[in-house]
């Protein structure tokens, strides 16, 4: 172990220089302005009406009653539970195919990570293009297969798919490049165990490999949940958030609101709202991965 | 093209003329009421040998990008020895709102003038982000009476100062292929009823021709298509709790959903999108911007002989339809406020706004609708002629400093019904909810 | 029997090998897609049904956009704030992370914790005191306060990940040299820096990448001329050589979409080991 006579001042002193950088960087670029934004939420503050009036808890009433604000919530549900799920099943999958040994092994590895790599926003206008009802790569798979060309972006329920497939499509790599690594931490040795025990693959991925990844699975589903609910580039360049607001999400519309129509206080207001979403999956993610971690 | 032909028609500006200009522009921007920076005149900057050093303008163009506009930079360059750096915008229309409102919320000081359109011009000017432009007017003499009256003081202008002069007009007409008219032996609809009726007759979605195009998407597009249905009704965008624009939503909806005459994608549809379903022979009718007109003349696909237009059929409770325009405004934050006011002036002039015909757009003023040549590369220059001869037939949209706002509210709220998500009473209540204080606030 | 089982096994190993194929086909047909569009000439590019065989490869549409927009300003900004970001965001990172990891002083706890607290405040509930702090501070359109805000995204995730390499590492060699006497930063860049090596080029390319493809920030940031960065170019390229906004080129879109990929999929290709090294040590160490 490390010194216990090295809790001297002039270590302390040393640490507290060198992580200084770091801590004021954030203090003031992420810290400071969150609690600004806080403070901007009580006031009505419009650069193009030039205002900025205290008027109390107006933004947070407001919220109440925005149509939108339920449009909202009720897709970043949607979304966040759709989009989570999706990922972790299909990235299990594909931790699953890319762990064994096979032909081009390493090149699949190194497919699988493209979409990753991949700017958001290249993505998001891209399948703008894509899921044209006339002239898009995915309908004329549909076309091809039954002769139906669907309204992608007409639909409600099709346009929130739409937008949950295109983020699964990209951000599915992720998961499955720390699923794989999960796997092969497991030892092989509990695996050939349970083959004497005459149990199937099925069952020894059921009952051996699934419990061992549970706590990495959950607390990925806290992390990508959370991403979730705070993506913006999908929404913005794909859906505008319609039809109608069935696909907007807070950040999009803390973003028209904001700097589309330069509504600084109310912008803010919907900020601390999506905070605290944000807090909530945490927090709650937090209590489950503890309990997971405890039966374990 | 005979761009070069134009030139001759320049009246080049003296330096003399132009120090008298730029210093005049100074003193009227500082006798004007609005707080807007004004750049010293050339202080200090020993007189003639510093008006020799070439300065440089810069300004952003929307939204199109070709050799056209680079003609009439050049023609400045050329007369002024200025330099014009020149900056593409973000097609996107909302994009471009949100990079300039950007810009000119954090005092910008790297654009001189910009390409403006109504509602830039209503949201910019009452924030103060624009130079006042009527000492502009008096200093290069610009005639206003000729551009039609509406697009001067209803959307060019806010609280009584103008704020930009408009370049390009935009009116909306109706387009039509006159062979699927003449084929299926209909003429122009004169009613809604008609227009039913034509538009049935037309349409065979076997062959995947419909009667009328759509675009309702939102972001801008659908917010039009409901200002010129619900004001042929009588109601307008930020006054949609009415019968006759209720009538009027219905009436469109009904259009896709229940006569089938237009595409059931109608509410995704935008302008490129029909305009390249136009292209594929996909439509036989479409009530749009007459730039259009100009997008197909200027089109190698354009076929001259199958599209003309029409005035817009009669509704419950009007004939109109909508106009507007973009123009050129000066940034208030600009330190070259000298420069940008003589940009602003050089493109009011008939010769320079006349180029605009190579992109197949009509110039805003009034007196160039009837040349033959405007007429030949801008082919809704006739049209605009009839309209304004009938009178009284085009309106400006409801422009006031938060109709971005009123857009949205009423684009999010209509599609949700034009998509099956609520009734028509709860999208128009909804929005109307919305609107009302927003309307309060400016108005009030 | 004998058979059943070979035939079952086969069964299996084809049933696998489709699983790949399709995997394979879900990912790069999209992307090929994109590829297709931007080299499609123009008026190929609406067929119904679509063409999945170039019949050329038009390279006209990359000619008009480098000609009509400053792409290759764009692509240096983006490759300084990417790059530049990256190795402050490293350099204080790792300061912090060697405190952290080794001087186990009170409170590196906490500053953990609260790094990765921060790092949920999400940018939207950031950006806007942000934009009138960037107003007033004359930060806006400026390439030094688009660096402040590309490397502040980038701070907690690489402590965190240096700091779990570094604990990885055997303290003994650093007491060896503590021994002989070295300072502090000599044993940190002689001593430490080699021994981690692969763990801050990881964090390279990982953040190399992110700065690349930042779009958020430089949409409210970067609105000047001289400091907009490739993401932005997508939409500007939509009407070079248009002739009215009712022509919207998505082949001009795809070949910035393409632009702004190749640098982001080169990286990939080659490192792709270390990046998935990068991913994964943040998550488990």
């Given at each position: 172990?490390?010194?216990?006579?090295?809790?001297?001042?002039?270590?302390?002193?040393?640490?507290?220089?060198?992580?200084?950088p770091?801590?004021?960087?954030?203090?003031?670029?992420?810290?400071?302005?969150?609690?600004?934004?806080?403070?901007?939420?009580?006031?009505?503050?419009?650069?193009?009406?030039r205002?900025?009036?205290?008027?109390g808890?107006?933004?947070?009433?407001?919220?109440?009653?925005?149509?939108?604000?339920?449009?909202?919530?009720?897709?970043?549900?949607?979304?966040?539970?759709?989009?989570?799920?999706?990922?972790?099943?299909?990235?299990?999958?594909?931790?699953?195919?890319?762990?064994?040994?096979?032909?081009?092994?390493?090149?699949?590895?190194?497919?699988?990570?493209?979409?990753?790599a991949m700017?958001?926003?290249?993505?998001?206008?891209?399948?703008?293009?894509?899921?044209h009802?006339?002239?898009?790569?995915?309908?004329?798979?549909?076309?091809?297969?039954?002769?139906?060309?669907?309204?992608?972006?007409?639909?409600?329920?099709?346009?929130?798919?739409?937008?949950?497939?295109?983020d699964?499509?990209k951000?599915?790599?992720?998961?499955?490049?720390?699923?794989?690594?999960g796997?092969?931490?497991?030892?092989?040795?509990?695996?050939?165990?349970a083959?004497?025990?005459?149990?199937?693959?099925?069952?020894?991925?059921?009952?051996?490999?699934?419990?061992?990844?549970?706590?990495l699975?959950?607390s990925?589903?806290?992390?990508?949940?959370?991403?979730?609910?705070?993506?913006f580039?999908?929404?913005?360049?794909?859906?505008?958030?319609?039809?109608?607001?069935?696909?907007?999400?807070?950040?999009?519309?803390?973003?028209?609101?904001?700097?589309?129509?330069?509504?600084?206080?109310?912008?803010?207001?919907?900020?601390?709202?999506?905070?605290?979403?944000?807090?909530?999956?945490?927090?709650?993610?937090?209590?489950?991965?503890r309990?997971?971690?405890?039966?374990? | 093209?005979?761009?070069?032909?134009?030139?001759?028609?320049t009246?080049?500006?003296?330096?003399?003329?132009f120090?008298?200009?730029?210093?005049?522009?100074?003193?009227?921007a500082?006798?004007?009421?609005?707080?807007?920076?004004?750049?010293?005149?050339?202080?200090?900057t020993?007189?003639?040998?510093?008006?020799?050093?070439?300065?440089?303008?810069?300004?952003?163009?929307w939204?199109?990008?070709?050799?056209?506009?680079?003609?009439v930079?050049?023609?400045?360059?050329?007369e002024?020895?200025?330099?014009?750096?020149?900056?593409?915008?973000?097609?996107?229309?909302?994009?471009?709102?949100?990079?300039?409102?950007?810009?000119?919320?954090?005092?910008?000081?790297?654009?001189?003038?910009?390409?403006?359109?109504?509602?830039?011009a209503?949201?910019y000017?009452?924030?103060?982000?624009?130079?006042p432009?009527?000492?502009?007017?008096?200093?290069?003499?610009?005639?206003?009476?000729?551009?039609?009256?509406?697009?001067?003081?209803d959307?060019?202008?806010?609280d009584?100062?103008?704020?930009?002069?408009?370049?390009?007009?935009?009116?909306?007409?109706?387009?039509?292929?006159?062979?699927?008219?003449?084929?299926?032996?209909?003429?122009?609809?004169?009613?809604?009823?008609?227009?039913?009726?034509?538009?049935?007759?037309?349409?065979?979605?076997?062959?995947?021709?419909?009667?009328?195009?759509?675009?309702a998407?939102?972001?801008?597009?659908?917010?039009?298509?409901?200002q010129?249905?619900?004001?042929?009704?009588?109601?307008a965008?930020?006054?949609?709790?009415?019968?006759?624009?209720?009538?009027?939503?219905?009436?469109?909806?009904?259009?896709?959903?229940?006569?089938?005459?237009?595409?059931?994608?109608?509410?995704?549809?935008?302008?490129?999108?029909?305009?390249?379903?136009?292209?594929?022979?996909?439509?036989?009718?479409?009530?749009?911007?007459?730039?259009?007109?100009?997008?197909?003349?200027?089109?190698?696909?354009?076929?001259?002989?199958?599209?003309?237009?029409?005035?817009?059929?009669?509704?419950?409770?009007?004939?109109?339809?909508?106009?507007?325009?973009?123009?050129?405004?000066?940034?208030?934050?600009?330190?070259?406020?000298?420069?940008?006011?003589?940009?602003?002036?050089?493109?009011?002039?008939?010769?320079?706004?006349?180029?605009?015909?190579?992109?197949?757009?009509?110039p805003?003023?009034?007196?160039?609708?009837?040349?033959?040549?405007v007429?030949?590369?801008?082919?809704?220059?006739?049209?605009?002629?009839?309209?304004?001869?009938?009178?009284?037939?085009?309106?400006?949209?409801?422009?006031?400093?938060?109709i971005?706002?009123?857009?949205?509210?009423?684009?999010?709220?209509?599609?949700?019904?034009?998509?099956?998500?609520?009734?028509?009473?709860?999208?128009?209540t909804?929005?109307?909810?919305?609107?009302?204080?927003?309307?309060?606030?400016?108005?009030? | 029997?004998?058979?059943?089982?070979?035939?079952?096994?086969?069964?299996?190993?084809?049933?696998?090998?489709?699983?790949?194929i399709?995997?394979?086909?879900?990912?790069?047909?999209?992307?090929?897609?994109?590829?297709?569009?931007?080299?499609?000439?123009?008026?190929?590019?609406?067929?119904?049904?679509?063409?999945?065989?170039?019949?050329?490869?038009?390279?006209?549409?990359?000619?008009?956009?480098?000609?009509?927009?400053?792409?290759?300003?764009?692509?240096?900004?983006?490759?300084?704030?990417?790059?530049?970001?990256?190795?402050?965001?490293?350099?204080?990172?790792?300061l912090?992370?060697?405190?952290?990891?080794?001087?186990?002083?009170?409170?590196?706890?906490?500053?953990?914790?609260g790094?990765?607290?921060?790092?949920?405040?999400?940018?939207?509930?950031?950006?806007?005191?942000?934009?009138?702090?960037?107003?007033?501070l004359?930060?806006?359109?400026?390439?030094?306060?688009?660096?402040?805000?590309?490397?502040?995204?980038?701070?907690?995730?690489?402590?965190?990940?240096?700091?779990?390499?570094?604990?990885?590492?055997?303290v003994?060699?650093?007491d060896?040299?503590?021994?002989?006497?070295?300072?502090?930063?000599?044993?940190?860049?002689?001593?430490?820096?080699?021994?981690?090596?692969?763990?801050?080029?990881?964090?390279?390319?990982?953040?190399?990448?992110?700065?690349?493809?930042?779009?958020?920030?430089?949409?409210?940031?970067?609105?000047?001329?001289?400091?907009?960065?490739?993401?932005?170019?997508?939409?500007?390229?939509?009407?070079?050589?248009?002739r009215?906004?009712?022509?919207?080129?998505?082949?001009?879109?795809?070949?910035?979409?393409?632009?702004?990929?190749?640098?982001?999929?080169?990286?990939?290709?080659i490192?792709?080991?270390?990046?998935?090294?990068g991913?994964?040590?943040?998550?488990?160490?």
């Open positions: 172990m490390f010194g216990q006579q090295n809790l001297s001042t002039r270590r302390i002193l040393l640490a507290w220089l060198l992580v200084t770091v801590v004021l960087w954030r203090l003031l670029t992420s810290v400071y302005p969150f609690l600004r934004t806080f403070y901007i939420s009580f006031f009505d503050n419009s650069p193009v009406r205002t900025f009036d205290f008027v808890l107006d933004n947070y009433m407001a919220l109440t009653r925005d149509a939108n604000v339920d449009a909202t919530l009720t897709f970043t549900l949607f979304f966040t539970v759709s989009s989570v799920a999706l990922q972790v099943v299909l990235g299990l999958a594909i931790a699953e195919l890319l762990n064994q040994r096979f032909k081009m092994r390493n090149f699949t590895r190194a497919v699988n990570l493209l979409p990753w700017a958001p926003i290249v993505i998001a206008t891209a399948a703008r293009w894509i899921f009802q006339d002239y898009g790569l995915i309908n004329d798979i549909i076309w091809r297969l039954s002769g139906e060309r669907p309204l992608w972006l007409v639909n409600f329920t099709t346009a929130r798919f739409a937008v949950t497939i295109t699964v499509w951000n599915t790599a992720f998961l499955a490049v720390i699923f794989l690594s796997l092969q931490g497991i030892p092989l040795e509990l695996y050939e165990a083959k004497i025990d005459g149990a199937d693959g099925a069952r020894s991925y059921w009952y051996i490999t699934l419990p061992l990844l549970m706590p699975i959950i990925m589903i806290i992390f990508t949940a959370i991403f979730r609910v705070l993506t580039e999908i929404v913005y360049a794909l859906t505008n958030g319609g039809p109608g607001t069935a696909t907007s999400l807070l950040s999009y519309l803390v973003y028209l609101e904001g700097f589309r129509v330069l509504n600084f206080g109310y912008a803010s207001a919907i900020a601390m709202l999506l905070f605290f979403i944000v807090l909530i999956v945490g927090v709650l993610g937090y209590g489950f991965l309990r997971a971690w405890e039966r374990l | 093209m005979t761009r070069k032909a134009h030139a001759s028609m009246r080049p500006v003296s330096r003399r003329a120090l008298k200009t730029a210093g005049a522009g100074a003193a009227f500082a006798l004007s009421a609005c707080a807007a920076p004004v750049a010293a005149p050339a202080e200090g020993g007189g003639e040998e510093a008006m020799a050093e070439p300065q440089e303008l810069n300004i952003v163009y939204a199109d990008s070709n050799d056209f506009f680079q003609g930079i050049d023609q400045y360059q050329e002024t020895s200025n330099i014009v750096n020149y900056e593409v915008a973000p097609a996107v229309y909302i994009e471009w709102q949100q990079m300039m409102t950007t810009r000119l919320a954090s005092g910008d000081t790297g654009t001189d003038a910009f390409h403006s359109d109504d509602f830039q209503a949201i000017g009452a924030a103060g982000w624009l130079s432009l009527e000492p502009v007017v008096e200093l290069y003499d610009i005639d206003l009476d000729d551009w039609p009256q509406t697009l001067i003081h959307v060019s202008s806010w009584g100062v103008l704020y930009r002069i408009p370049w390009g007009n935009d009116t909306e007409i109706f387009f039509y292929r006159t062979d699927y008219f003449e084929e299926a032996g209909v003429s122009p609809p004169t009613d809604w009823n008609e227009l039913v009726e034509v538009g049935t007759a037309l349409t065979d979605e076997d062959a995947g021709v419909y009667g009328i195009a759509l675009s998407t939102i972001g801008g597009q659908l917010g039009n298509e409901i010129h249905w619900t004001n042929q009704g009588g109601g965008i930020n006054n949609l709790d009415n019968d006759g624009a209720r009538e009027a939503l219905a009436f469109y909806k009904a259009l896709y959903a229940e006569h089938n005459i237009a595409p059931d994608s109608a509410p995704q549809e935008d302008y490129s999108s029909v305009f390249q379903g136009w292209l594929s022979d996909k439509y036989a009718m479409w009530w749009c911007w007459d730039g259009f007109f100009g997008a197909m003349r200027t089109n190698e696909e354009f076929w001259a002989d199958q599209v003309s237009a029409f005035l817009p059929p009669m509704g419950p409770d009007n004939a109109e339809t909508i106009t507007g325009c973009w123009g050129w405004s000066a940034v208030a934050s600009s330190p070259n406020q000298d420069l940008a006011a003589e940009w602003v002036g050089f493109t009011a002039r008939s010769d320079v706004m006349k180029q605009q015909i190579y992109r197949g757009r009509v805003a003023r009034v007196s160039l609708w009837a040349d033959p040549e007429q030949d590369l801008a082919p809704s220059s006739p049209f605009l002629l009839d309209l304004a001869e009938a009178g009284g037939l085009v309106k400006a949209r409801p422009v006031t400093p938060s971005q706002e009123i857009y949205d509210a009423a684009e999010q709220n209509v599609h949700a019904y034009l998509t099956d998500q609520v009734s028509l009473d709860e999208a128009v909804a929005a109307m909810d919305k609107i009302n204080p927003i309307l309060e606030r400016d108005l009030g | 029997m004998n058979m059943q089982l070979i035939s079952k096994r086969r069964f299996q190993t084809s049933l696998f090998y489709l699983a790949v399709l995997f394979l086909i879900v990912v790069l047909l999209p992307i090929y897609y994109i590829f297709l569009t931007a080299f499609a000439p123009s008026g190929k590019l609406f067929t119904v049904p679509l063409t999945y065989v170039p019949r050329s490869l038009a390279t006209a549409r990359f000619q008009d956009i480098f000609g009509a927009l400053p792409i290759a300003r764009y692509m240096l900004n983006s490759t300084l704030l990417a790059t530049f970001s990256t190795i402050l965001a490293l350099t204080v990172s790792l912090a992370a060697y405190a952290i990891a080794r001087l186990n002083f009170p409170g590196a706890n906490m500053v953990m914790i790094l990765l607290a921060s790092s949920m405040l999400p940018g939207t509930a950031t950006v806007i005191p942000l934009f009138q702090m960037y107003q007033t004359k930060l806006m359109d400026t390439l030094h306060g688009l660096l402040i805000l590309y490397g502040s995204a980038l701070l907690p995730i690489t402590t965190w990940v240096l700091v779990s390499f570094l604990r990885q590492v055997p003994e060699i650093e060896a040299a503590k021994v002989d006497g070295a300072s502090f930063f000599q044993l940190l860049w002689r001593i430490v820096l080699p021994v981690i090596r692969p763990g801050v080029a990881t964090m390279f390319l990982i953040n190399f990448i992110i700065g690349w493809n930042e779009f958020f920030t430089p949409l409210i940031f970067a609105r000047g001329a001289g400091v907009k960065v490739i993401t932005m170019a997508l939409s500007e390229a939509q009407v070079i050589g248009a009215s906004e009712f022509d919207v080129s998505w082949g001009n879109m795809s070949a910035v979409a393409i632009l702004t990929t190749i640098p982001v999929f080169i990286i990939t290709l490192f792709q080991r270390q990046i998935v090294e991913i994964t040590s943040g998550v488990f160490k």
